[in-house]
């Protein structure tokens, strides 16, 4: 009886990215158990570890790559969208309004009607939906409905007074005479049980989301998680029913918790761990609630505002960091990212600020100098390039471009800028929408070519780097021999593919743990 180890599977005859610096290209791999076994150019080293029961593919020169990581989502929202009413893909006010009556019919008498996902960016009318639009057509069913960013929502005025909601608080947009419009900025909506997704919901929108994630090629992520959020993964980690890896960024109120619990360590080591603190310091620039230096351009005196004041900024880095997490705060204006910036060299020394690799998450607007600053820290910018291709294409889309001008729009998301300053660069989504192909496109049509990157520096930001930064890049993010078996195939062979032609490639298959759980149909 043989004892020779031969391969559970063999991908061959493939154009390789393996985004390991030690072997940048590769022809063919084989994979046993869960575990890349061997990566190489020659053809005869994979033939010998084929054995009776070795599945093959032929991949005919199209790029394999490590599974996409992304590294800033919100993947049970995600799910979510698919359970209640997703306006995210109307095209007109009028649309959202017909979709809402439609939904209305099938609910009885004072329930709830919960839609999220809409963008007035993508609408006719450009503009938000208010409580005027909803009353006429819901005058005895509450309404409430989550902009895409997650920092604006519209209720109509029965859906104010069942949340209990005072025109006096802060968020709450009134008109000139000083009437509740029904827009609300940067108000806590989790806060609210009777709008709070269950359990079970939680549950089933994980689990849609993490089937979105597969079919797009994602086997990591590094997922917000709120406290709702954590019984539904703790659910699915220990009924093995994680499909995906994940590393979790909880929110600051959840950060006694888990030192309580030791969250810090691992937890499901290859699966589920807790190591990052997410801090809200300014809004969104959709919403007008990012904190800018300049104002608005469409609306004049407007500014943004923080969410902390310096004390309470320098508390919870300095909280977030004696306690072995990364900061991740999210910063998305310019005089958000600074004030951040300020704040970190106040309260860490810079050789441990570099160590724990803490991150601003957005940094949509930056200025050079802060750049500059952050380097000396060796920050993490943690960016999404699909919000470039969503809103940020001159005289396309226009959200950026309407919100900014066009002069600051040419500076958002400044990607050139952060490599330039040799800075970490990691690539998320915020699930706007979620898919690292997508993402890629912004990444190569920014509209200032000074901030465009390469495909392969994109890819990159998408793998090997979120590895690194969640400290697991030995053991994901390249397609390395030891390391675990997540491995994409592209529909391309990317070193031969045209710019333009870059919208045409698709994920084929997903491989995670070393088992294909995604194949594209033909």
Known sequence: MSNKLYADFIIKNANIWTMDDNNPRAKHLAIYSNTICKVTKNLKEIE?????????????????????????????????????????????????????????????????????????SNWVE?????????DPISPKNPVLLRHVSGHLATVNSLGFERL???????????????????????????????????????????????EECIRLGITSI??????????????LFTNNKMKIRVYGIIYEDMVEEAIKLNLNKTVGSQWFKIGAVKL?????????????????ADKEGEYGFALYDEEKL??????????????????????????????????????????????????????????????????????????????GRIGIN?????????ERTMLNNPFGWVKENDLILTFGSDGMPLGPLYGILGALYHPNEKQQLTIEEAIRSYTFIPAAVSREENMKGSITEGKLADVVILSHNLDEIKKEDFEKVKVVKTIIDGKVVFELKD
Request: net charge negative.
């Open 222 to 235: 590094h997922d917000n998680i709120t406290f709702e959020l954590l019984p539904a993964y703790h659910y």
């Open 398 to 406: 226009g959200m950026y471009e309407k919100r900014l001008g066009k």
């Open 164 to 210: 209990g909601l005072s025109k006096d608080l802060q968020g709450v947009d009134l008109d000139k005479e000083g009437n509740v419009v029904g827009t609300l900025r940067d108000i806590e909506l989790s806060d609210f049980k009777e709008i709070r997704p269950s359990f079970e919901d939680f549950v089933k929108g994980l689990e849609l989301g993490m």
């Open 48 to 120: 010998q570890l084929v054995g009776p029961e070795t599945k093959i593919i032929d991949a005919e020169n199209k790029t394999v790559i490590p599974g996409f990581i992304d590294s800033h989502t919100h993947i049970a929202w995600t799910g979510l969208n698919k359970i209640y009413l997703d306006l995210g893909n109307t095209k007109s006010l009028e649309e959202a309004l017909s979709l809402i009556k439609e939904e209305i019919q099938k609910k009885e008498e004072g329930e709830w009607i919960i839609g999220r996902n809409w963008d007035q």
């Open 280 to 296: 809200m310091t300014d809004g969104a620039i959709s919403a007008r609630t990012a904190y800018l230096f300049e104002e608005y």
């Open 126 to 134: 450009q503009r938000y939906i208010t409580a005027a639009d909803l």
């Open 314 to 391: 320098d508390y919870m880095i300095k909280k977030v960091h004696e306690s072995g997490y990364q900061v991740a705060a999210h910063a998305i204006g310019d005089r958000a990212v600074a004030q951040l910036i300020e704040a970190f060299v106040r309260n860490i020394k810079p050789e441990e600020c570099k160590r724990r690799l803490h991150r601003i998450e957005h940094a949509e607007i930056v200025r050079f100098q802060d750049l500059e600053k952050a380097k000396e820290l060796n920050i993490v910018f943690s960016m999404q390039p699909n919000f470039v291709y969503r809103w």
